[in-house]
T-cell receptor, first 108, second 111 residues
Framework: KNEVEQSPQNLTAQEGEFITINCSYSVGISALHWLQQHPGGGIVSLFMLSSGKKKHGRLIATINIQEKHSSLHITASHPRDSAVYICAVSQYGNKLVFGAGTILRVKS | NAGVTQTPKFRILKIGQSMTLQCTQDMNHNYMYWYRQDPGMGLKLIYYSVGAGITDKGEVPNGYNVSRSTTEDFPLRLELAAPSQTSVYFC??????????FGSGTRLTVV
């Protein structure tokens, strides 16, 4: 079993829909990260969380430390949100463990 | 502020050739990392550094070497390229307690 599990693996949504991507982890962490990667592109850090909730524009990230679970929400989705969303956890020692990613496609 | 700069963006190598992937950051970050990303797989850590003069192996270090002579630079060396090293390579940096900044990646093909 992978230390970081994401669901779903693939997600297709219609423009305007509310989207949720989930991440569960099984190891002790110092922080959880949500990353975005566009096709053929680089990786952008969206959020770093150690507790609670963060919001940036239409993106919201939450984490429940007790349940070892995080969610990334996208409100009013747009085709430009189409990308791979990667959950990663920082273990003590400043190294990241990555999930396999969720491929999101938003259709207009 | 350029962030993390990787060169080259693309490279084709023949089996047995050597090359160095360059990574430079201008944010004075202590921590630097090299990852590889294979199709459909999560990123794997190759090597990392917690400061100038200090490097350590990650999950998949075989076939690679690194050095960290300055805070800014963290080159990754492939000595004898093999087809299994065909991948996309990402360099990243972070400050102590802060988030990660990734480079734009190097797409390497070994034929």
């Amino acid at each position: 079993k992978n230390e970081v599990e994401q669901s779903p693996q693939n997600l297709t949504a219609q423009e305007g829909e509310f989207i949720t991507i989930n991440c569960s982890y099984s190891v002790g962490i110092s922080a959880l990260h949500w990353l975005q990667q566009h096709p053929g592109g680089g990786i952008v850090s969206l959020f770093m969380l150690s507790s609670g909730k963060k919001k940036h524009g239409r993106l919201i990230a939450t984490i429940n430390i007790q349940e070892k679970h995080s969610s990334l929400h996208i409100t009013a989705s747009h085709p430009r949100d189409s990308a791979v969303y990667i959950c990663a956890v920082s273990q003590y020692g400043n190294k990241l463990v990555f999930g396999a990613g969720t491929i999101l496609r938003v259709k207009s | 502020n350029a962030g993390v700069t990787q060169t080259p963006k693309f490279r084709i190598l023949k089996i047995g050739q050597s090359m160095t992937l360059q990574c430079t950051q201008d944010m004075n970050h202590n921590y630097m990392y090299w990852y590889r990303q294979d199709p459909g797989m999560g990123l794997k850590l190759i090597y990392y550094s917690v400061g100038a003069g200090i490097t350590d192996k990650g999950e998949v270090p075989n076939g690679y070497n690194v050095s960290r002579s300055t805070t800014e630079d963290f080159p990754l060396r492939l000595e004898l390229a093999a087809p299994s090293q065909t991948s996309v390579y990402f360099c990243a940096s972070k400050p102590r307690g802060g988030g990660y900044t990734f480079g734009s990646g190097t797409r390497l093909t070994v034929v």
